[in-house]
């Protein structure tokens, strides 16, 4: 019965949401994995949950008109998904890319919506951004986009409304242009971002929370099976801020982070990439901005150009780059060549057919929205902190980061255990789902 469920109501929302696969494949994920429940559960029928959960409270969308250096004015379309407020305030990122689309901000809130409910903290779910890339552009062209772009959300968010932070694109620089700006607008100076700056608001740890959040979260799924990172090959998708942070992580636990990879291609160092090699390719990646290829000029490592690092022998494996960027064929391959462990850092990077592959091999899986929630756990402390008027010290913060993540893996134990083996994918789709599903619930039709 639950399979034909899944496919009479995904049938519904791909109609109702022509053009939007990665919205699609997000909802089916989740609906896969709670459909047997909300069967046996009549209040969940009759409030219709499901149908509730998968439509965004409110969707926003607008025009950014800006001037360019040149004078000449340029126009990009600004979006927020406010998806679900069952749980607190919409808190979620602003991605600025090329890519961005109302069907991949929808996939992110929801996303989102989940990974928030998982970290116990008081955190609805929504995501936005714009289609603006700024790549090539001139400080002073991305703070009058940043600004005209705020112009627009300031009426829209607010630290009990929704609370944006940074994502793919959005960095320490955007996150102060844009709020410089709803502080002129709204003139106040209160925690409606996170991921500020140190002198004002922001958290210690908050660059790094991501990718020290999935890594411990790789530990504590080792652990469970009496193993660590200590002694491992790692690899790891991506160059940056997640990707970098996880092997800063890997690395002081003891394991040996032996690729990474950015747009042009894969660097794979045998030898390791240490502490000194890390902090080079951090400068090179954040202030630089230059390729990986350079590392290769300055370290002697091979250079893979425009691949993956799938096909590297590796014992534990970080996807910490864009969505679907591990299909089922590389998957079967990382298996192949003896990994025992894929923790996605990124969002949904692994494929539907890549998942099956790790669940049906039995290997450790852990999926994005519980493994790469360290980052809005510690936006939902930078909150605590700028509501309390004060400011945690740094290993403060990262216990309290730990800690929810192994709130976060137990949770996801406890709702995906089957048998000896414990599926991750269900565990945090369940145990997200019933959380935000229960508030829903308890707050009636609305």
């Known amino acids: 019965m639950s399979s034909k469920a899944v496919e009479s109501f995904m049938a519904e929302v791909i109609a109702k949401n022509p ?16 459909m047997p429940i909300v069967e046996t559960t009549p209040a969940f029928r009759q409030a219709k949950i499901l149908e509730r959960v998968v439509e965004p409270e409110r969707t926003i969308i607008f025009r950014v008109p800006w001037v360019d250096d040149k004078g000449q004015v ?5 979006f927020r998904v406010q998806l679900n407020s069952a749980l607190g305030p919409y808190k979620g990122g602003l991605r600025f890319h090329s890519t961005v689309t109302l069907g991949v901000l929808k996939f992110l809130g ?18 936005g951004g714009s289609d603006f890339d700024a790549r090539g552009k001139s400080d002073f062209e991305v703070m009058r986009f940043c600004q005209s772009f ?3 959300l300031f009426r829209h968010v607010g630290p009990n409304t929704d609370v944006p932070a940074g994502d793919l694109g959005v960095g320490g620089r955007e996150i102060g242009y844009l709020f ?28 790094e929370a991501t990718g020290y959040g999935c890594t411990y979260f790789a530990e504590e799924m080792l652990a469970l099976k009496g193993d660590s990172l200590r ?10 801020n997640v990707a970098l942070h996880t092997v800063e992580k890997v690395t002081q636990l003891g394991g040996k982070v032996v690729a990474i990879s950015d747009y042009d291609g894969t660097v794979h160092d045998p030898q390791g990439i240490d502490a000194e090699k890390l902090e080079w390719t951090k400068d090179l990646v954040f202030h630089r901005r230059g390729s990986l290829k350079q590392y290769v000029e300055k370290y002697g490592a091979a250079f893979i150009p425009g691949a993956q690092p799938w096909a590297i022998p ?22 192949k060549n003896g990994c025992i462990c894929i923790t996605e850092g990124a969002n949904m990077p692994t494929t539907p057919e890549g998942i099956g592959f790790a669940l049906d091999a039995k290997i450790l899986f852990a999926p994005g929205k519980a493994a790469n ?12 902190q700028n509501a309390m008027h004060l400011s945690w010290g740094r290993e403060e913060v990262d216990q309290r980061l730990h800690g929810i993540m192994r709130s976060i893996h137990k949770t996801c134990v406890e709702h995906g255990k089957d048998g000896a083996f414990v599926n991750y994918v269900h565990g945090a789709n369940r145990a997200g789902f019933l959380k935000v599903a229960d508030a829903m619930i308890a707050q009636g039709i609305v």
């Not at 989102?112 to 116990?120: D, I």
């Open 150 to 152: 705020m112009a627009e």
């Open 373 to 384: 929630a360290g980052g809005v756990a510690t936006s939902g402390l930078e909150m605590a």
């Open 74 to 78: 340029q126009v990009n379309r600004g």
């Open 180 to 207: 410089g700006m709803y502080k002129k607008l709204a003139n106040e100076f209160t925690g409606v971002l996170t991921g500020k700056g140190l002198g004002w608001g922001g958290s210690l740890i908050r660059t």
């Open 314 to 335: 590796c014992d534990v494996a970080f996807p910490c780059a864009a969505e679907n960027t591990l299909d089922g064929e590389q998957t079967r391959t990382l298996i």
């Open 110 to 127: 929801f996303e989102q919506t989940f990974k928030n409910a998982l970290t116990g903290l008081p955190m609805g779910g929504g995501k």
């Open 19 to 34: 053009s939007e696969p990665q919205f699609h494949q997000a909802v089916q994920e989740v609906v896969e994995s709670v």
């Open 231 to 240: 002694g491992k090959t790692v690899i790891v998708s991506g160059a940056g």
